[in-house]
């Protein structure tokens, strides 16, 4: 399978921005210190975001970044193929040159698996996934964790 770090990644980010949005515009440094990210590969990603309608930007004091739908409206393809990354888990890439250009024995399974991870990631919205508890508690967490390490910071 080819979803790599980025694809992980995004759908991450994209998550507890969905989760935080309420608050108003989410500072990406916030989502990295929470999820334990590089801030600079979520710059990456983000633009990539931005630039498929799925997140906005704000700049100046405030800004940060809001989705550019609704949480039910991202599904988790979306933000997959927004950031190039793919689900195809074929040798060939769907090409059908998988054995000395020619299909492999194998490739119709694989091509069918591939497919139906595609279809299962088209019908999860961001929406979905934060209405399940264990998102809920795990965001939670990570908030406590954060305001605790900026408590620590500020106290003398």
Same mark, same amino acid.
């Given at each position: 399978?080819?979803?790599?770090?980025?694809?992980?990644?995004?759908?991450?980010?994209?998550?507890?921005?969905?989760?935080?949005?309420?608050?108003?515009?989410?500072?990406?440094?916030?989502?990295?210190?929470?999820?334990e990210i590089?801030?600079?590969?979520?710059?990456?990603?983000?633009?990539?975001?931005?630039k498929s309608?799925?997140?906005?930007?704000?700049?100046?004091?405030?800004?940060?970044?809001? @989705?550019?739908?609704?949480?039910?409206?991202?599904? %988790? #393809? +979306?933000?997959?193929?927004? *950031?190039?990354?793919?689900?195809?888990?074929?040798?060939?890439?769907?090409?059908?040159?998988?054995?000395?250009?020619?299909?492999?024995?194998?490739?119709?399974?694989?091509?069918?698996?591939?497919?139906?991870?595609?279809?299962?990631?088209?019908?999860?919205?961001?929406?979905? @996934?934060?209405?399940?508890?264990?998102?809920?508690? %795990? #965001? +939670?967490?990570?908030?406590? *964790?954060?305001l605790k390490?900026?408590?620590?910071?500020?106290?003398?």
């Amino acid at each position: 399978m080819k979803l790599t770090t980025k694809g992980r990644y995004a759908v991450t980010a994209m998550l507890d921005l969905a989760i935080q949005q309420s608050a108003g515009s989410v500072c990406l440094s916030d989502i990295a210190e929470r999820q334990e990210i590089s801030l600079s590969y979520l710059e990456q990603l983000f633009g990539r975001l931005r630039k498929s309608g799925l997140v906005e930007s704000t700049r100046g004091p405030g800004g940060g970044y809001s @989705l550019g739908q609704t949480p039910e409206q991202v599904s %988790i #393809a +979306a933000i997959i193929s927004a *950031v190039d990354e793919d689900v195809d888990i074929t040798r060939c890439s769907g090409n059908e040159n998988c054995q000395q250009n020619t299909r492999c024995l194998t490739h119709d399974l694989w091509s069918d698996l591939s497919n139906k991870i595609q279809n299962y990631l088209e019908d999860i919205s961001l929406g979905d @996934l934060i209405k399940r508890q264990s998102v809920q508690t %795990i #965001a +939670a967490r990570q908030d406590t *964790v954060l305001l605790k390490r900026r408590d620590d910071i500020v106290a003398p």
